[in-house]
């Protein structure tokens, strides 16, 4: 059982920007939500985020204009509030029907959302999907202006059986910052093993020990 951390402080503030766009259908979409609750279900993701006191966002993305905050801000100290927050994001209705890709839009709405949290060290975005960004065309603009912020982006590439490691490379290139990573998942059905590897990436040491937004602002893009 895990013990709840005697810290108040809050280390990683992170927001799942998730990937409901039209090439997610409903069975593939219920594989994400089921996934990322599988995640933090996990007994060692548990400790984790109850050790570094974090607080966790949902938002789900798809064209341009077409961005939901499916979970707020939710602060995780003790074991019970993940699992109560790991049922959360198994109900959670789907936020958008169909749509482009608009990868830049997502990451610039999860961007504004850490204002709420000025309290936490760091600050994450990890942003999954299937598709190479096909609609606003300002990824990079947006990712720069998030390392700008001190915010550190993650991504979770979902490739398809004819795919072979587009969506991966795209999302190394383009997407993620220094020193962050891409986990990628062979298909939807992988999703749950990825969002699971990658969680336990972002809150278990070194991650936890690592500079701070400070020390993210410091360093340049390439």
């Not at 996934?35 to 607080?55: F, L, N, T, W, Y």
């Not at 990868?103 to 709420?116: H, I, K, P, R, T």
């Not at 809150?203 to 690592?210: K, V």
């Amino acid at each position: 059982m895990v013990a709840p951390s005697i810290a108040t402080a809050c280390d990683i503030a992170l927001v799942l920007a998730v990937d409901v766009s039209g090439s997610v259908d409903s069975y593939e979409y219920d594989l994400q939500a089921q996934g990322i609750a599988s995640a933090i279900r996990d007994p060692d993701v548990q400790e984790a985020m109850v050790r570094g006191q974090v607080a966790l966002a949902v938002l789900q993305w798809s064209g341009a204009l077409e961005q939901s905050l499916s979970i707020p801000w939710t602060r995780v100290s003790e074991p019970a509030e993940g699992m109560a927050l790991a049922h959360r994001v198994s109900r959670m209705p789907r936020g958008h029907v169909g749509g482009n890709t608009a990868v830049g839009e997502a990451v610039q709405v999860a961007a504004a959302l850490f204002e709420q949290v000025g309290d936490c060290r760091h600050w994450v975005i990890d942003v999954s999907g299937d598709g190479n960004e096909n609609e606003g065309f300002n990824i990079g603009e947006e990712r720069a202006n998030a390392w700008r912020q001190g915010i550190a982006i993650n991504g979770l590439a979902i490739e398809g059986a004819a795919s072979g490691l587009s969506v991966t490379n795209f999302y190394r290139r383009h997407v993620v910052t220094p020193g962050s990573f891409v986990i990628t998942a062979s298909n939807h059905d992988d999703f749950a093993r990825a969002m699971q590897e990658k969680m336990l990436r972002e809150l278990i040491p070194p991650l936890a020990q690592a500079p701070g937004r400070q020390a993210v602002r410091l360093a340049a893009l390439p």
